[in-house]
T-cell receptor
């Protein structure tokens, strides 16, 4: 079964800390997404990547295709970064395009 | 900015009622999606549509149907609501081929079925 595993499930940090959230998947993918969900439910897409590294402000996403692993890093964390971070992948199914499969999310709380 | 709106933020219905959840996007996106989100399970795809009047089942279509009569609007229908359909429902839209591009999400509808 194709699954997406995130770790940790919950993370508490002090303001200013460097944060890493991990995502592992089981078979070949064509793309990986990182999403942010704030309390109240709204979801924002942060990154979509298929190789290498992307950076937006204090957020950095990396992917290692060989290791089937991606990380989301937050530098100089701030309480407003408190949210659930969700990893989602699109698997390759014999060349056809599959649905997005979502991880269960990592709940981040940044304390002032 | 892409805007995806959903008709209600909170909805309470009774078992057996027919429920309509509406989603509207303003960016002329070809694709629209309905997900449900439950604690400990992550988002799961119910249905998606890649064009007007076109629809595809997702991972958990049972108990649901959808309608896309206009490009900007995608409706999720619970024909006879049941308590196990109590959940957060999220709509999304995207351009290009389904699942190839960034999806833009609505604010969600928290549905409670009593």
């Amino acid at each position: 079964k194709n699954e997406v595993e995130q770790s940790p499930q919950n993370l508490t940090a002090q303001e200013g800390e460097f944060i890493t959230i991990n995502c592992s998947y089981s078979v070949g993918i064509s793309a990986l997404h990182w999403l942010q969900q704030h309390p109240g439910g709204g979801i924002v897409s942060l990154f979509m990547l298929s190789s290498g590294k992307k950076k937006h402000g204090r957020l950095i996403a990396t992917i290692n295709i060989q290791e089937k692993h991606s990380s989301l890093h937050i530098t100089a964390s701030h309480p407003r970064d408190s949210a659930v971070y969700i990893c989602a992948v699109r698997y390759n199914y014999g060349g056809s395009q599959g649905n997005l499969i979502f991880g269960k999310g990592t709940k981040l709380s940044v304390k002032p | 900015d892409v805007k995806v709106t959903q008709s209600s933020r909170y909805l309470v219905k009774r078992t057996g009622e027919k429920v309509f959840l509406e989603c509207v996007q303003d960016m002329d996106h070809e694709n629209m999606f309905w997900y449900r989100q439950d604690p400990g399970l992550g988002l799961r795809l119910i249905y998606f549509s890649y064009d007007v009047k076109m629809k595809e089942k997702g991972d958990i279509p049972e108990g649901y149907s959808v309608s896309r009569e206009k490009k900007e609007r995608f409706s999720l229908i619970l024909e006879s609501a049941s308590t196990n359909q109590t959940s957060m429902y999220l709509c999304a839209s995207s351009s290009g081929l389904p699942f190839t591009d960034t999806q833009y999400f609505g604010p969600g509808t928290r549905l409670t079925v009593l």
